[in-house]
C-alpha cells in the first residue's frame, strides 16, 4: 500500500548502524534493506559520520542497487567541543552551557537513560525548548515535546 504513495526519496540518519562492523550496530537497522526493492525508484541517502571504509561497503551493499555515490568530510568538526569538568550540580552546568550557547541547537549526551531526567522538563522550565529522544522515545514526540523544535 504504502509503495503507492509515490515515495522518492529515504534520508536514513545515523546508518552506521546498518553495519555489524560499525562501532553501533542495532539489528532492526538491517532491515532498512527492504526499501531498495520495494521502492526501486526512489534513491536512498544514508548519514554517518563515523563510517569507515569497511561500513560504506556494508551501506552499498545493503542499501544501494546502483552505483553509489560517496561524499566524505573531514573528521575535524569545529563546531564540536568535548570537556570533561567535575560534575558537581548537572542540571545547573548544563543549563550554564546552554545559555552560553543561546539561540544556537545544543544536544546533550546521556550515558543511559536512567538518571538523565528522561524529557527535559527541567530545561523546559528554565525557558529552554527542549525535548528527549533516544532509542526509547518516539521523534514525533520528542519534537512535539519541544515545541516543534
Not at 1 to 30: K, T
Not at 62 to 90: E, T, W
Not at 93 to 107: D, G, S
Amino acid at each position: 500500500m504504502i509503495e503507492r504513495l509515490g515515495v522518492r526519496a529515504f534520508a536514513i540518519d545515523e546508518a552506521h548502524c546498518i553495519s555489524h562492523w560499525g562501532h553501533d550496530f542495532r539489528p532492526e537497522y538491517r532491515q532498512l534493506a527492504m526499501l531498495k526493492d520495494r521502492f526501486p525508484k526512489a534513491s536512498i541517502h544514508a548519514y554517518t559520520a563515523t563510517a569507515t571504509e569497511r561500513v560504506r561497503a556494508t551501506l552499498s551493499s545493503s542499501l544501494v542497487s546502483k552505483s553509489p555515490r560517496y561524499s566524505v568530510g573531514v573528521f575535524d568538526r569545529p563546531n564540536l567541543v568535548f570537556r570533561v569538568v567535575p560534575r558537581i550540580d548537572v542540571y545547573s552546568q548544563t543549563l550554564e552551557v546552554i545559555r552560553r550557547h543561546k539561540n544556537q541547537a545544543v544536544i546533550i549526551y546521556c550515558i543511559s537513560r536512567r538518571g538523565h531526567g528522561g524529557d527535559g522538563a527541567h530545561f523546559v522550565a528554565h525557558g529552554c525548548k527542549a525535548g528527549a529522544l533516544s532509542r526509547g522515545h518516539d521523534a514525533r514526540r520528542a519534537a512535539a515535546d519541544a515545541g516543534g523544535v
